[in-house]
Structure formats: structure tokens, C-alpha cells
């Protein structure tokens, strides 16, 4: 199982008005641990009143670059956000788990390909990664980004997105879109929704049909982008996404209910570091994480909220019911991954095995 290593803040820097970067120094030994496929996070813990608060970043930096930066739009009353933003000084150390997420780039890429990305808000944190470590690693392949924000001095990353236009000026395009400040064209005024992509694609994919999309930004801003992408004619093989924030409820993909069981309670079996433990939790109203925690066995997790896969995991036997499921592919469903955050057992006996990747 992952573990929580303390990483120290080699720098914090205001970004953009509302957001702040930390870069966060991995020392050697942990290097390997902490390699990353760019468009990943690192989940991150801290203590506040007692209690263990935990959060996911996303890494912004480009792939094999040290050390590791993240940025945090601050969040009025988020309890890590203001922490990162107000407390937190260069020289402390943060509670931090090795990158996870299967939002990234493959480590094996092919050449000549035409990425595009549509971010909104702090969505850009892992899109600027991707963008750089394409124009870095596949020295023919393009980028064109798309990203929405309301206003020029909420925007984040700005800086390194021009220095990246002055380095590749032939290979990298980024078009903003501001939805709270006028605009001289059209084109660069309003939200990012289906209407706005089509415009976009239209205007700048016309010549040219992109091989991937990248698209990063809350619930409501990734269906409406991935279909209008769809309807364009891309493969939605080819469109990956992440969605950060809470998911509205009833927007995932959810499991199926069948073979309930008999008992009230479920006995769980969790397989970890080739080591078995047991439990045995209620078949309502909680969730595999919550259950083992009250009875003494940590397993992983960061969001709690079915969207980032910290605690994704194999279900080895017994079925469950995911409430909700923002982050795993359909075939890793259908090889039987899990989000245990997500999950609570259907059938009187569960084993779950994090060994499986
Ligand atoms: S902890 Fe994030 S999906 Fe379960």
C-alpha cells in the first residue's frame, strides 16, 4: 500500500489572485516512489483540530522534473486551501502519498500527434503538464489549449503557458476564453460549453483532426465538452477527462445492484502487501474505507468522492455496489476494479485485493 512520506515546501508562490503554487522537494530515496505520468496527483494530508484532513493536487509540473509543484486555488472556508494559502511556509513538510491517477500520459508515446486540451479554472494544473511534457517528449507532436476562466486575474499558470508559446511557437497554440470580462472577439468571451467547443474545434481543428483530447474542469463543464467533441466526430476513445470539486450526485457511472445478499452484515476481506485482514461492516448506509477505519484498518483514499481512484481496488470475490464512479475506466470495471470509497457489499462475503494493479 502507498504510504504518506513528508515532503518539504522548497518554495510557495502566489499564483494568479486567488491561487498559490508549492513545490514540494523529493529527496532521492524517493525519487523512484514519487515518478509520475504527467496529468497525475499526489494526495495530500494534514492534521487540523485533531483530525486527519486529507486533499488531491494535481502536479503541474512537466514529466521528470523536480521538484514537485502543485497549485491550490484557495477556496473561501476550504480547510487545506486556506492552510496552504495563509499557514503554510517554505521549510514546513506536508504528509504526501506517491502519484496516483489514471488521467496521464502514456510513458511510451508516439510522434507526430495532435493533443488538444480544454481546461477551466484550476482544471489547467494537469493539462499543463501534459502540454509541456508533449511539446518536451514528442518533439513533432502539437498542442492547441483551450481555457476558460472568468477573468485575466484569476488565471492561473499563465506565465508558464507563455513562456511555453515562446518555446515552441510552432507546436503550441493556447486560446483563453473569459466568461467575466469583455472580450474584443467573440470567440474569446463566454463559458466553455458544448456551443463554445464546436466554435472552437471548428476555428482551429479544421485542417487538422486531433489524435487526443485532455479535458479538466468541474462536473458539469466535462460532459458538456466531451460530448460536444463526440458529436464533432472524435472517438471517445480518444477523449480522456477529469473532473475536479464534488461530482453533482447521480452524474456517475453507477453499478449494478444484483444477487443481493442475506445477512445485515458483510464480512470483509482485504488483501494488502500480501497480507490478509478482516472486518466485517454493515451492507447500508456506509462505505469498505469508512467501515475498515472503525475497526482499526487503514486502507487508501483521498477524495472519498469517487472521483480521484486513491482507493481504487480489485474485487477478488463477493459483488458490491459503487455508489458512484467518476474515475474508473468501463474496462477496469468490467475486470472487476472497484473504488472502495465508493463501495458497500451485496453479497454476505467480500475480498478485496489491492495487490492486483
Ligand atoms: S478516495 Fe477518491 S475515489 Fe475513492
Not at 484569476?154 to 510552432?170: Q, V
Not at 474505507?289 to 472503525?294: F, L, M, R
Request: some cysteine.
Amino acid at each position: 500500500m502507498k504510504q504518506f512520506h513528508p515532503l518539504r515546501v522548497a518554495a510557495k508562490t502566489p499564483e494568479s489572485k486567488d491561487a498559490v503554487r508549492i513545490a514540494l522537494e523529493v529527496p532521492g530515496e524517493l525519487r523512484d516512489e514519487f515518478t509520475f505520468l504527467p496529468g497525475q496527483h499526489l494526495p495530500i494530508q494534514i492534521e487540523r483540530d485533531g483530525k486527519h484532513v486529507r486533499r488531491t493536487y494535481s502536479i503541474c509540473s512537466p514529466e521528470g522534473c523536480w521538484p514537485l509543484e502543485i497549485g491550490v486555488r484557495v477556496q473561501p472556508g476550504g480547510l487545506f486551501s486556506e492552510f496552504a494559502a495563509n499557514e503554510l511556509q517554505v521549510g514546513d513538510t506536508l504528509e504526501v502519498m506517491p502519484p496516483t491517477g489514471r488521467f496521464h500520459l502514456e510513458s511510451e508515446r508516439p510522434e507526430g500527434r495532435f493533443h488538444i486540451g480544454f481546461a477551466a479554472g484550476s482544471g489547467i494544473t494537469p493539462i499543463l503538464s501534459i502540454a509541456a511534457s508533449v511539446l518536451e517528449g514528442e518533439k513533432t507532436s502539437r498542442f492547441a489549449l483551450f481555457y476558460g476562466n472568468r477573468r485575466q486575474n484569476t488565471t492561473m499558470f499563465i506565465e508558464d503557458l507563455f513562456a511555453l508559446k515562446n518555446r515552441f511557437p510552432k507546436r503550441f497554440q493556447v486560446h483563453f476564453v473569459f466568461s467575466q470580462e469583455e472580450q474584443e472577439f467573440e470567440i474569446s468571451g463566454g463559458r466553455i460549453d458544448a456551443d463554445k467547443v464546436t466554435e472552437l474545434y471548428e476555428h482551429f481543428c479544421r485542417s487538422v483532426e486531433p489524435d487526443a483530447a485532455w479535458v479538466c474542469g468541474p462536473d458539469t463543464m466535462i460532459g458538456s465538452v466531451t460530448g460536444a467533441l463526440e458529436d464533432l466526430g472524435m472517438d471517445a476513445g480518444t477523449i480522456r477527462s477529469e473532473r475536479f470539486g464534488v461530482p453533482r450526485k447521480g452524474n456517475g457511472k453507477q453499478a449494478t445492484r444484483t444477487s443481493p445478499g442475506t445477512a445485515d452484515q458483510a464480512q470483509v476481506t482485504v488483501v494488502m502487501d500480501g497480507h490478509k485482514k478482516h472486518f466485517e461492516m454493515p451492507r447500508e448506509g456506509s462505505n469498505v474505507v469508512d467501515a475498515a477505519a472503525e475497526c482499526g484498518i487503514e486502507l487508501p483514499y483521498s477524495c472519498k468522492g469517487g472521483v480521484c481512484a486513491t482507493c481504487r481496488t480489485h474485487l477478488r470475490s463477493g459483488e458490491v455496489e459503487m455508489a458512484t464512479n467518476h474515475a474508473l475506466e468501463p474496462w477496469e470495471v468490467e475486470k472487476g476494479f472497484v473504488l472502495a470509497c465508493q463501495s458497500t457489499p451485496l453479497t454476505d462475503e467480500i475480498v478485496l485485493d489491492y495487490d492486483k494493479s
